[in-house]
């Protein structure tokens, strides 16, 4: 069996995979912060220069033709992004517009009011991880948010407009933090 070669594991091996700064010219090297890791020049104090190593950009997949921007007049596109494929504008850096079809669906039906407020609507949206929780509209204003999916049923109790099923039980709660009552569905 023949020795591995440590040159392949050596420092100045590993720094010229990343290659020069387009800065200043200087090698560039693996940095880490939290749980995340970038590249940095290493002329750190007087080069800033920094570039980051995952790939969350968005790609254009397909133009859809005979569709037009209501903003601008652009196409429209099939795009990918970070949290997964949506319709927008192909005029990106100068337009915005993205197309989502899932608020027109929410939109045509009635969201529930929201609880603490009495204001706003209940919409159900996603997080990062996949995650989804419903919030009012009115979200500067009004902080509420919950897991469990809203009803527009009125509590016995405490006279609150909206009930939320628990995923569990096949009760309804209210989630109103000075009544929690709980009835059957």
Request: glycine share 4%; proline share 5%; hydrophobic share 30%.
């Amino acid at each position: 069996m023949s020795k591995i070669n440590s040159d392949l594991f050596s420092s100045a091996a590993s720094q010229a995979a990343y290659g020069d700064c387009p800065e200043c010219g200087a090698k560039l090297t693996i940095k880490y912060k939290g749980k995340s890791s970038f590249l940095a020049c290493t002329a750190y104090p007087n080069c800033v220069y920094t570039q980051g190593m995952s790939d969350v950009d968005v790609t254009q997949l397909k133009v859809i033709e005979d569709s037009e921007c209501p903003n601008c007049q652009a196409k429209l596109a099939v795009k990918k992004g970070r949290y997964g494929m949506f319709i927008g504008c192909t005029n990106f850096p100068d337009c915005h517009f993205i197309s989502s079809n899932q608020s027109q669906v929410e939109d045509k039906k009635t969201s529930p009011l929201c609880p603490l407020c009495q204001d706003g609507e209940l919409h159900k949206k996603q997080n990062r991880f996949g995650k989804f929780f419903y919030s009012c509209t009115n979200y500067p204003k009004c902080k509420f948010i919950t897991n469990n999916e809203p009803v527009a049923v009125q509590c016995e109790r405490c006279q609150s407009p909206t009930m939320f099923s628990l995923a569990k039980k096949s009760t309804l709660q209210c989630e109103v933090s000075h009544c929690l009552h709980e009835q059957n569905s």
